[in-house]
């Protein structure tokens, strides 16, 4: 029988952790603090690394695997934190609610 407290969602804060100058940033883009829906911490990180934009979205090809979202800040431990807010209002869906997620996380490299 599956948990039903899986599937509860909560409110999760997204903050830079590393200091600006962390040279961790260089692969990643800072992205400020967001707010998401989420069913844990983990899927937090992963609900806001998918609102970034990802190579398959654009005419590109990334140097390894097929996407780009492992390289997210938000699923980076030492970039950035993860904090729980409390239970999401009954109806929430999950998602980003708060904070504002650019879509110039991928940089060209070219000149």
Same mark, same amino acid.
């Given at each position: =029988?599956? %948990?039903?407290?899986? &599937? #509860?969602?909560?409110?999760?804060? /997204?903050?830079? /952790?590393?200091?600006?100058? %962390?040279?961790?940033?260089?692969?990643?883009? !800072?992205? *400020?603090?967001?707010?998401?829906?989420?069913? $844990? $911490?983990?899927?937090?990180?992963? #609900?806001? $690394?998918?609102?970034?934009? &990802?190579?398959?979205?654009? &005419?590109?090809?990334?140097?390894?695997?097929?996407?780009? &979202? =492992?390289?997210?800040?938000?699923? !980076?431990?030492? /970039? !950035?934190?993860? @904090?729980?807010?409390?239970?999401?209002?009954?109806? !929430?869906?999950? *998602?980003? @609610?708060?904070?504002?997620?650019? #879509? %110039?996380? @991928?940089?060209?490299?070219?000149?």
């Amino acid at each position: =029988m599956e %948990d039903a407290r899986q &599937d #509860v969602l909560k409110i999760y804060r /997204l903050r830079p /952790l590393a200091e600006p100058q %962390d040279p961790n940033w260089q692969n990643a883009k !800072s992205q *400020g603090e967001v707010v998401v829906v989420a069913r $844990s $911490s983990g899927d937090a990180r992963i #609900v806001a $690394s998918e609102a970034e934009l &990802d190579f398959r979205e654009i &005419d590109a090809k990334p140097a390894e695997g097929v996407t780009t &979202d =492992m390289a997210s800040a938000f699923r !980076s431990e030492r /970039l !950035s934190t993860v @904090i729980e807010e409390g239970p999401a209002p009954p109806g !929430s869906d999950r *998602g980003v @609610i708060a904070g504002r997620i650019t #879509v %110039d996380n @991928i940089i060209s490299t070219e000149l």
